[in-house]
């Protein structure tokens, strides 16, 4: 069936992939010039982006948006600049394409080696965070592939108008425009295109809700690199220096509340619960965070008095990534019932165990199948730019191609050359 | 829609899901033991395993099976010798799991690594060739995940007889029998339940014709690794050496032609086609290969009184993976029509440009987009054996996770692992 929203989207798709080879041919010297100019351009024209946002963000309070979505969708000055800084940091990164990953001269003389090149064209579909469109065009970019993007229709004239901005320096630097495409305009019936777009498009990254992900998941006939959602836990074991675990707990739940390595169910050993528990809490109440409670922990908390608001953990509490200030609390026996809670209710994305025993942190980093295992650290650690990567095109948590923060590296592909001087097969 | 297929295959693959672990804390001592143990197993169950074949053979003759595929299915003592050599192999090999692939200390003092980890559970969906059941039970357990294998009802009495001794080994080695599972008695229906089995199943790697890729690619809700069909070509540039060129192209043709590393497309060029075409064709002609031949070549061979049978090509040829005494034979301009061509046509597995001229190596080596780009060797060494990967499971024409030949490495998943002293993000 062909509507005008199919015509339009695989036009652009097609546009993609007839504008990769021009990318695939740049070293990197001339890629990482495009980068420092978008970055440039940004910070040059952040008023008119910081005004198409404003747009954004007053239809999105007039529909009533949660204040975790809110956070992730808003741009001041500031956000622009840190968004630009994210493209020179891809800059200064290393080019991926044409490292040679592994090599080898075959006993029978042959050379062979795994060159990384570049994916060809990615599909980026996600939610309204503006700074993803910025991060993924410019990662997408230095690793050589073209970008369709869409980015949720909450954000689109923030969308718009970066893509805008770095479609203007694309062509000030006679590239095509088409590398970087939105799709916004095409709405939820443009990702169902675009989802079929195999052959055009490479790989899709859907970005954002469980629901989104499911949709691509089952519907997309192009391959997919699922980024769930981050249903992240840190268990504070028994043997836990607490005056960290309390610092680690507020860390991984309060420094950014809408995003997907905050912390959402806080597990406690049962030997320090009653100790650990009020002291863990105190700086959540005191930042305003609900406390969906087993009834050991409730028990507890009653009992010393707290000052946060606390309420029944219901069985969908284990489940829910919150993304706000909420937070699920359980008590557990032992680090088996952790371990056996982690396995039930993770969604594979980042989990952090606060330790003092070695033994249990082994446990912890071996046993736990996630895609970041952590000990004695916040699980907001688990990010691109932590990690290094410059800046991140997302978190993958499945087990395929890429694992966690993806970075350049993660958006590309191999190939194998094998140079021989007239070699047959005996 | 619970069928009794459905329960059945959902029960192995939970059976093997649940199996997994054992696998997974097994040292590489073990796992080499019982790899050994399952060499010298099929050893001495060769007859039997021959026997069983003979009654799939005989049922293939019957319904008049294709040469080259009786060739993938036969097996005999030799052959039975050499999977379990490749098994041996595979002992030989160190153990992917537990790899650190990276690692750093970042500057805030967390320790970063990222690790190699078992796949969990692989399904393989592949056609009657009954060394690939060995070999992805083989690769499969040397890197800890359990296999859930369909291999086609042409080799059920083979696969049956492989997988039984395979299992009365794990058995015999305290080891669950279901790290190994055929489903092969479930038929089509088998394969469909098992696509859906989202969960239990980390990875999906069809291996066969055109038809059974599509239909796992289009159905499948597991992450998928596609390894497609092998429309090799090779190409004599007008600076290629001529005795070296016709060793190669008899080679990739002759060596072994029912799988899918054979050339299956020549590609001459003109300035050397009056020449080379009736050099090239000669052993060809010999071993009974039927030419498809351009306009062009053809009138070259009818003048040099070639003695092989040749026939118009049609443009269904440009797209045929015979598999049989077949090749298609394209006079090309010069070297962009080559990369045309092989664009419009390649299946993205493996080509081969046979040239003295460094620039036309190069350009060739860099513009051709497939897993395996070669220069001056024969297509057949596109092989994980060849390559050096001890055995394989399966040449990947996608470009996700994995890209021509894939090993041990290849059927791997990662994780990372991050550990701090008590860490918060500032």
Redesign the interface.
């Known amino acids: 069936m062909e509507t005008s929203v199919s015509t339009a989207v695989l036009s652009a798709a097609r546009a993609a992939k007839d504008a990769q080879p021009a990318l695939a041919r740049l070293h990197r010297a001339a890629k990482d010039r495009v980068l420092r100019a978008m970055a440039e351009a940004l910070v040059a024209q952040a008023e008119q982006i910081v005004a198409a946002n404003a747009r954004d963000l007053a239809a999105a309070d007039e529909a009533g948006i949660a204040p975790g979505l809110r956070d992730r969708l808003a741009l001041d000055a500031d956000r622009v600049a840190a968004i630009a800084e994210q493209l020179r940091d891809a800059a200064a990164l290393p080019d991926p394409v044409g490292e040679v990953i592994r090599g080898?001269v075959?006993d029978n003389g042959?050379e062979?080696r795994?060159v990384r090149?570049p994916?060809?064209v990615i599909g980026m579909v996600y939610e309204a965070r503006p700074n993803v469109t910025v991060d993924a065009a410019g990662l997408a970019l230095k690793a050589g592939s073209a970008v369709v993007l869409r980015g949720g229709s909450a954000a689109l004239h923030s969308n718009t108008a970066l893509i805008g901005v770095l479609r203007e320096v694309l062509a000030a630097h006679d590239l095509p425009e088409d590398l970087i495409i939105g799709i916004d305009a095409h709405g939820r019936e443009g990702v169902d295109v675009l989802m079929r777009a195999?052959g055009l498009v490479?790989?899709l990254i859907p970005r954002g809700g469980a629901g989104l992900i499911r949709r691509v998941?089952?519907h997309s006939?192009v391959?997919?690199?699922?980024t769930g959602t981050g249903k992240t836990h840190v268990l504070v074991d028994a043997s836990a220096?607490l005056d960290?675990a309390v610092?680690?707990v507020?860390?991984?739940k309060l420094?950014r509340i809408g995003v997907c390595n905050a912390l959402e169910t806080l597990l406690v050993h049962r030997d320090v619960a009653e100790q650990a528990l009020p002291r863990l809490t105190a700086p959540l109440a005191e930042a305003g965070v609900r406390l969906h409670a087993d009834e050991t922990a409730a028990g507890i908390l009653a009992a010393a008095g707290t000052t946060a608001e606390v309420v029944p953990a219901t069985e969908e509490d284990w489940d829910t990534e919150y993304l706000a200030l909420e937070l699920a609390i359980a008590v557990v026996d032992d680090l088996d019932q952790a371990l056996a809670h982690i396995r039930a209710h993770s969604t594979g994305h980042t989990e952090?165990i606060l330790t003092s025993d070695v033994r249990s942190?082994q446990r912890f980093?071996d046993e736990v199948?996630?895609?970041?295992?952590?000990?004695?650290?916040?699980t907001?650690?688990?990010d691109g730019g932590?990690?290094?990567f410059g800046a991140e095109i997302g978190i993958s948590t499945?087990?395929?191609?890429a694992?966690?923060?993806m970075g350049l590296q993660e958006i590309t592909?191999?190939?194998?050359?094998?140079?021989?001087?007239?070699?047959?097969?005996p």
């Open positions: 080898s075959l042959l062979l795994e090149v994916m060809g195999r490479d790989v998941v089952e006939l391959p997919v690199i699922e220096d960290q610092e680690i507020a860390n991984a420094q952090s942190q980093l199948d996630s895609a970041v295992v952590m000990a004695n650290a916040s907001r650690f688990s932590e990690f290094g499945q087990k395929l191609h694992r966690g923060p592909a191999s190939k194998w050359l094998v140079v021989g001087q007239g070699h047959a097969r």
